[in-house]
């Protein structure tokens, strides 16, 4: 059984470089930081982004794979991501991106894959650089945000974007960035432990009542934190349906599409953990570790195994099983 982790970043050098080079000419503030870190700041994005070199070192991340109990590892990038950019200029950072991915994977073809990064921004560029990159080595999903600078993501102008996810077989994977309502979450670090979980509850709720899942009903979506706060709110969203008016268009409950999406583990709550896979099944759930924030798992096995009463048979479902087969690995 090989673990496969579906939730981990990496900031690979040479897009780190190309931002270095020429994010200022597009609208970013490039920098250092006290420690010698690159740094970005984006107009209109509440948080500052800096480059730490166990994000970006291959082999360094090998080896705290090692450490970790992880085989596999699912890379995407985090913030800024990047449709902040100009459309050309995000096109240019999606592509330098994807074809590192691609030579990580050459390099340690056991250990790294690669979710496409897209230029969002502009869905005909997006399509493009998707079906280009599709047919790299070692890529097996497309990587989003929860809104594309505050577009929903059932806005219909991304639906050809889903189309080619759809066609091509390959997972939609969701990312929280510059969540909804930053003016009142400055303090405590709200932006992240109450911002990024609830951007999931909004996400899921634009495909579900904008009608994405049911156009294209073999997308699948992995959502991380465990699905945010979108699972606890279908109660909810069920009853909306049944009683809005702005949702009468909805041919069935909010909660029949709760085994659309997959869900990783970072929940930091292990009976959480175990309600979750009583509500959409063991066959929902893999593993996430968040590689390498302050809001992920070091060893996110060892949560895993935290989690009450979990069989023989989920376990290895949740640990490898899952992501195989919606990575299609």
Partial sequence: MSVIDVHAHWFAPEWVQLLEREG?????????????????AIPGV?????????????????????????DVRLFSLTNPMVNWAPPEFGLKLARA????????YAKYPKRFRGAITLPWQAPELAVKELERAAILPGMCGVYSAMHVNGKNLDDKSLWPIYAACEALALPLCLHPVNPCGIERMRNFHMRNLIGNPHE??????????????????????VLPHAG?????????FD????????????????SSYLRRFHYDTISHHSRIMRYLIEMVGADRIVVGSDYNMDAGYPRPVEFVDTIPGLTAEERELILSGNAARVLRL
């Fill in 239 to 254: 009853n909306g349906v049944n009683t809005r008016d702005e949702l009468d268009h909805m041919t069935q409950p909010a």
């Fill in 200 to 221: 999931a509850a909004i996400a899921a709720a634009d495909l579900i009542f904008g009608g994405v899942l049911d156009a294209f009903p073999r997308l699948d979506v």
């Fill in 24 to 40: 200022a000419t597009n609208g970013a503030t490039i920098g250092k930081n006290e420690r010698g870190w690159s740094t970005i």
């Fill in 228 to 236: 945010g706060s979108f699972p606890w709110l279908i109660g909810r």
């Fill in 97 to 104: 991106f994807n074809d590192a991915c691609a030579e990580a």
């Fill in 46 to 70: 509440a948080l500052k982004s800096s480059f730490p070199p166990d994000m970006m070192d291959l082999d360094y991340m090998v080896k705290a794979m090692d450490g970790a109990g992880i």
